[in-house]
């Protein structure tokens, strides 16, 4: 427990710029888990604190609190001071609080703010089935950051995001496309299947290929072995790392040409994968030139 940390210190303001006396944190702490509501806004607010160390450990306390701290949390979500807006907005995150989706939400959208992917990755934490929506209308968001947890939110909710997905790829490209297809692979969900096999024929073939090697689903394999012949190199790599996981004699045979690729990437992965459909060690030709077996990777 944290409770005891203040133990002997008062000190610090509440503003350097008021002339209030100084908070006895102790005492503080005590009120506000007692439920005193003025206790509690003083604890929060002090969630904008520069000293080193400080927020923090008000957060943990704030999180201890729970529910009490609820009202007051909400009310800071919108706030000027982005600590104080960030800290708020990762409590109720933490303490999955579902009536706090639309106000995070809205600060998601607001791409004018710094640091918004603390609220994709606070509604992803909360993991109402209501955050879907929000978090896949982010998937081709500008800033990569929030693109970045938006995906790893609705992998985290696994499989309540896999349906809104798979319709949102029936029809989504670009980074959009991306972020989603990354998430249905790693849910590992073979109702996304056909939707990736399309995928696989367009612009982010690549991400297809590796999502429908985590599928693992034997129905896949002529769409990658024909992406062993792909021209981009990423898409053939890519191909021959996810036919190892659910290949069989006619991937094993494609596998074995492209063990000449032009790329040594390319020939690496598909030795690594024929050896793992054929169960033989397999040579491939490095980067210089040398015959070597590939490390093993497990993927």
């Known amino acids: 427990m944290l409770r005891y940390f203040f133990a002997g210190l008062c000190f610090f303001m509440l503003s350097a710029c008021t002339a209030d006396p100084v908070l006895d944190l102790n005492q503080l702490e005590a009120n506000a888990r007692g439920g005193d509501q003025q206790?509690?806004?003083?604890?929060?607010?002090?969630?904008?604190?520069?000293?080193?160390?400080?927020?923090?450990?008000?957060?943990?306390?704030?999180?201890?609190?729970?529910?009490?701290?609820?009202?007051?949390?909400?009310?800071?979500?919108h706030s000027k001071d982005k600590q104080l807006r960030e800290y708020a907005i990762a409590a109720l995150g933490t303490l999955k609080v579902v009536d706090a989706i639309p106000a995070i939400?809205?600060?998601?959208?607001?791409?004018?703010?710094?640091?918004?992917?603390?609220a994709a990755w606070a509604l992803g934490e909360i993991g109402s089935e209501a955050v879907v929506p929000v978090l896949i209308n982010v998937l081709d968001d500008d800033n990569?950051?929030?693109?970045?947890?938006?995906?790893?939110?609705?992998?985290?909710?696994?499989?309540t995001a896999v349906m809104p997905l798979v319709e949102y790829l029936a029809k989504a490209s670009g980074e959009g496309a991306a972020g989603a297809i990354r998430a249905v692979g790693d849910i590992t969900d073979k109702r996304a299947l056909q939707v990736l096999l399309a995928q696989s024929q367009g612009e982010q073939r690549a991400e297809a290929f590796l999502a429908l090697g985590k599928l693992r689903d034997?129905?896949?394999?002529?769409?990658?072995?024909?992406?062993?012949?792909?021209?981009?190199?990423?898409?053939?790599?890519?191909?021959?790392?996810?036919?190892?996981?659910?290949?069989?004699?006619?991937?094993?045979e494609a596998l074995t040409k492209t063990l000449e690729d032009d790329?040594?990437?390319?020939?690496?992965?598909?030795?690594?994968?024929?050896?793992?459909?054929?169960?033989?060690?397999?040579?491939?030709?490095?980067?210089?030139?040398?015959?070597?077996?590939?490390y093993r990777v497990y993927h």
């Open 105 to 118: 939400s809205d600060v998601l959208s607001q791409k004018a703010l710094e640091r918004r992917y603390v």
């Open 218 to 252: 034997p129905s896949a394999e002529a769409a990658l072995v024909a992406g062993l012949q792909d021209p981009d190199s990423l898409v053939r790599m890519n191909a021959a790392m996810a036919l190892g996981r659910l290949g069989g004699p006619v991937a094993a």
């Open 144 to 159: 990569s950051e929030v693109r970045r947890y938006a995906t790893r939110a609705l992998i985290k909710l696994n499989k």
């Open 39 to 77: 206790a509690i806004v003083q604890l929060v607010d002090l969630l904008s604190a520069r000293e080193p160390g400080l927020a923090d450990r008000i957060y943990a306390i704030t999180i201890e609190i729970g529910e009490k701290a609820v009202p007051v949390l909400l009310d800071k979500v």
């Open 263 to 294: 790329v040594h990437v390319v020939r690496e992965w598909s030795a690594r994968s024929l050896e793992m459909i054929t169960g033989k060690p397999v040579l491939y030709r490095n980067s210089h030139d040398e015959y070597v077996r590939p």
